[in-house]
T-cell receptor, first 113, second 114 residues
Framework: KNQVEQSPQSLIILEGKNCTLQ??????????LRWYKQDTGRGPVSLTI?????NTKSNGRYTATLDADTKQSSLHITASQLSDSASYIC????????????FGTGTRLTIIP | KAGVTQTPRYLIKTRGQQVTLSCSPI?????VSWYQQTPGQGLQFLFE???????NKGNFPGRFSGRQFSNSRSEMNVSTLELGDSALYLC?????????????FGPGTRLTVL
């Protein structure tokens, strides 16, 4: 069964600190993995997208890594800001007849001043 | 380029009624996907349309249906509404390049079933 699991479920950190969110998946075969940021009451916004051949991708203070062998990804946020408070969702697309997107349930990140 | 638009933004219905939600994708995008998001379940995939054909379908009952028009605009319909259908319904469009596709989400329609 295709699954995407994220940890932690929620996280609270001080403004200016770094943090890392985790994503483990079982989707196979694998096409790509993306991280989304979703502010409360809004649609998700794409942060990064990586194929199996890419092991790191940055978008400003966000850096995603991918280990396709262990089926793990992480999203590292550097020098957090209050505006980083949101849910972060890991999404995996399968391939070769299994092209559906499988969503993680997200990590709720709260940045406190 | 205009983003994905969804109408209406908010909707209140009662049990047993039906509802139709609309989504206009980004110009040039031919793939439209629909998702249901609830606090307990997160984002759940409903269905995906490409060039007026349903390509993928999630595990939802037949009360949930959709269609896509020749201009790529899409609608989803929920019949015989239940309290549990209260959720944020999100639509996303993409150009559907499997390797590099990126989905762009609309703001969602907040459906409340009383």
């Amino acid at each position: 069964k295709n699954q995407v699991e994220q940890s932690p479920q929620s996280l609270i950190i001080l403004e200016g600190k770094n943090c890392t969110l985790q994503c483990n998946y079982t989707v196979s075969p694998f096409s790509n993995l993306r991280w989304y940021k979703q502010d409360t009451g809004r649609g998700p916004v794409s942060l990064t997208i990586m194929t199996f051949s890419e092991n790191t991708k940055s978008n400003g203070r966000y850096t995603a890594t991918l280990d396709a062998d262990t089926k793990q990804s992480s999203l590292h946020i550097t020098a957090s800001q209050l505006s980083d408070s949101a849910s972060y969702i890991c999404v995996v697309r399968g391939n070769f007849g299994n092209e559906k997107l499988t969503f993680g349930t997200g990590t709720r990140l709260t940045i406190i001043p | 380029k205009a983003g994905v638009t969804q109408t209406p933004r908010y909707l209140i219905k009662t049990r047993g009624q039906q509802v139709t939600l609309s989504c206009s994708p980004i110009s040039g995008h031919r793939s439209v996907s629909w998702y249901q998001q609830t606090p307990g379940q997160g984002l759940q995939f409903l269905f995906e349309y490409f060039s007026e054909t349903q390509r993928n379908k999630g595990n939802f009952p037949g009360r949930f249906s959709g269609r896509q028009f020749s201009n790529s605009r899409s609608e989803m319909n929920v019949s015989t509404l239940e309290l549990g259908d209260s959720a944020l319904y999100l639509c996303a469009s993409s150009s559907y390049d499997l390797e590099r596709d990126e989905q762009f989400f609309g703001p969602g329609t907040r459906l409340t079933v009383l």
